[in-house]
Structures are given as C-alpha cells and as structure tokens.
C-alpha cells in the first residue's frame, strides 16, 4: 500500500498546470442549454499547458449595456452562497446592473442553464468547476453569448488557461475593468466539445485517483490508483493520425491551440500527442521529464499536428474532456472546431502573462 501510494505521488506531483490565450471574433444568436454532467475530475498531465503568449488582437466591449448572466455552482469546492453577493458587488462596481444569477448545488444547475437559454443573454458568467464550466463553454458554442468562466472548483483548465491563477475575484475584477472579446478553437468527440485538452486511455483514471488525495481520501486515492495502473497495460489504444502517423498506445492526449506550446491561436489545428509505455519505471520516466519541461523530447511520445483523431480499443476507453469524464465507447473520432466560443478576458491580457 505504501508503495503504490509513494507511485501516484510520484506520478501525480510534478506535472503543473500554467497557459492562457485565444483568438479572433465572431457574432450569432442567443444562448442554448445543455444537461450538466455531475462527474469532474482533475486533469493535469504531462505539463500541456504552456502557453504564456497571446498571438491575436482582441475586441473590447462595454460590459455595462448588456445583459449579463451569473451561474454559480457552490457544489464545486471553491464558492459559496455568499460568493453570490459578493459577485454582484464587483459587477455592480463595474456599472454592470442588469444581471440576473442563478446561485445553488449541484442538482439545482441543470435547471439554471435552462431558465438561462431563455434570457437571451449577453454575457454568461460561470463560476463553478470543470464540468460546469465545460458545459457553459458549450451552451455558448456558435451563439452571441460571451463567456466568463471563473475558477471555482478543483483544477479549473479553462479559467487557468485563460487568466492564470488569479483567484476568481481578482480575475472578475481585472476583466471588468477593461473587457475584451477573445474566441478560442476546440476539439469535439460526438456531441461533446472541449476547450483545453482531451485525454484518451487509461492514464486518464489517475486524475480520480488525484482528485481523492486532493480531498484527503488517501486509501481511496491508492485504491483508484492502482486500478489506474493496471488498466494502463491492459487498455491499448489504436490511433490513427494519418497514413504516416498511426500505432498503439496506453494514452493519447489531444490539445487545442489556446494551450499548445507549439502552435499560436491562428493555426487551425489540433496537437496530438500519442504516449507508449512498457512497464511502471518508463510511466515515472516521462514523469520525471514533465517535471522538467522535456516531455515533448521522450522517445515514448509521438507527436502530430492534425484536424483529426480516431481512437479505438477492444473495450470501453477512459476518456477526459477538460478534466470531466465523459462516456466514449471502444470507437471515436476526435475533430477540430475553428471559432468554437466566445470569451470575455481582460484587454491586457497578453501583457500581463507573457
């Protein structure tokens, strides 16, 4: 039990998380809705997010003559009731006063993005965690409604790619005081959309395990744990990139150009990144190489620009979408979306973090 404890420290601690960007601009009509997915979990994998510069001009918008939206989900670890009031003191510090907000648990939000999608808003706020942001980003996919996604639950991958890891106060303050429209690409599997990154294969399991040392189960965070490891050599994952690009591997990860160290938020491509190892000692191998920064450089890790990924395997595959899990099959394809959703960032964005 030590042991395998000691291999998911090991595995778990040295991969950080760190990036934001975005891109262009574009109009349409009013916000849709989507049911919530209560499941979230932590993804921070193999150092993805790196990004520290912005590629493209943003739009600035007066905040003050629309109609905004607020969601908050207080089942997500980093809110409250009392975040509610204090999210309206900022916004009405900001001469934003006609809001409405929709506070509550998490068997309360489906039914506040539904009475959302008949609002007709402008600007949905959602301070939450990755599930509930992942499903706002969608509910706001090819509208008019711009998105401001506030960290509030365990590794918020959108909000941090985005503002850093500014607290979800000082990130609300900051952007409205000088508000500017950015829009990012994505990634979609079936219906589903994400934003950051995908991670398919049995690795993905290990962000369970994390989230349970996160919350102090430690014997449910060994647990998990070892049923991860042994699922990573049982599961293969056929993947093919292109005729040049294909094999087997224990994880593939597909990431979008808002966090991709190699591409700016132009490139209308996706990166992916096919992961293979033998046995436990090459896992903590490349481990280690995250902590450094030198994934990219393992011999164990092929990686391919594309608009395109078909995963398969002979039974069902872990798959995580900006750290929520989400049902696969034994079959998939993974494709790029330009122009994916619109997002409200602060104007000096790129100033700051760079």
């Not at 007066?62 to 916004?91: F, H, P, Q, W, Y």
């Not at 949905?124 to 499903?135: A, C, E, F, P, W």
């Not at 369970?208 to 040392?213: G, H, K, L, S, V």
């Amino acid at each position: 039990m030590v042991k395998r404890l000691f291999l998911l420290k090991r595995c778990f601690l040295p991969f950080q998380f760190a990036g934001q960007t975005s891109a262009d601009t574009f109009e349409a009509s009013p916000i849709c809705t989507r049911v919530v997915c209560k499941t979230t979990v932590v993804f921070n994998i193999f150092n993805l997010m790196s990004r520290s510069t912005s590629d493209m001009e943003s739009a600035r918008v007066d905040l003050s003559e629309l109609k905004v939206g607020a969601i908050i989900n207080t089942s997500s670890g980093g809110c409250d009731t009392e975040s509610e009031a204090e999210m309206l003191d900022l916004l009405k510090g900001a001469n934003v006063s006609n809001c409405k907000t929709w506070c509550g648990e998490s068997d309360q939000i489906e039914r506040a993005f539904a009475e959302a999608a008949t609002q007709e808003l402008k600007i949905l706020i959602v301070l939450g965690g990755d599930g509930t942001i992942r499903t706002a980003a969608e509910a706001c996919t090819g509208t008019g409604t711009y998105l401001l996604p506030l960290r509030g639950g365990t590794l918020n991958m959108l909000p941090r790619a985005l503002y850093g890891d500014a607290s979800w106060q000082n990130t609300l303050k900051d952007t409205l005081a000088d508000p500017a429209i950015k829009v990012l690409s994505g990634g979609r599997v079936g219906q589903e959309l994400f934003f950051v990154a995908a991670v398919v294969g049995a690795p993905g399991l290990w962000m369970e395990a994390r989230e349970a040392m996160r919350e102090g189960d430690i014997l449910d965070a060994v647990h998990k744990g070892g049923i991860a490891f042994e699922a990573m050599f049982d599961t293969t994952i056929q993947y093919f990139i292109s005729p040049e690009v294909s094999g087997e591997a224990e994880v593939v990860t597909v990431i979008c150009p808002l966090v991709s160290e190699q591409m700016s938020d132009s490139e209308q491509t996706l990166e992916a990144a096919a992961i293979a190892v033998a046995n436990v000692a090459e896992v903590l191998g490349l481990a280690t190489a995250a902590a450094f920064g030198k994934w990219r450089e393992n011999k164990r890790v092929t990686l391919s620009k594309t608009q395109r990924v078909a995963v398969q395997s002979s039974g069902d595959i872990p798959l995580f979408l900006d750290g929520e899990k989400v049902k696969l099959g034994k079959i998939a394809e993974i494709t790029f979306v330009p122009k994916a959703v619109n997002v409200i960032v602060p104007a000096n964005l790129s100033t700051r973090f760079s």
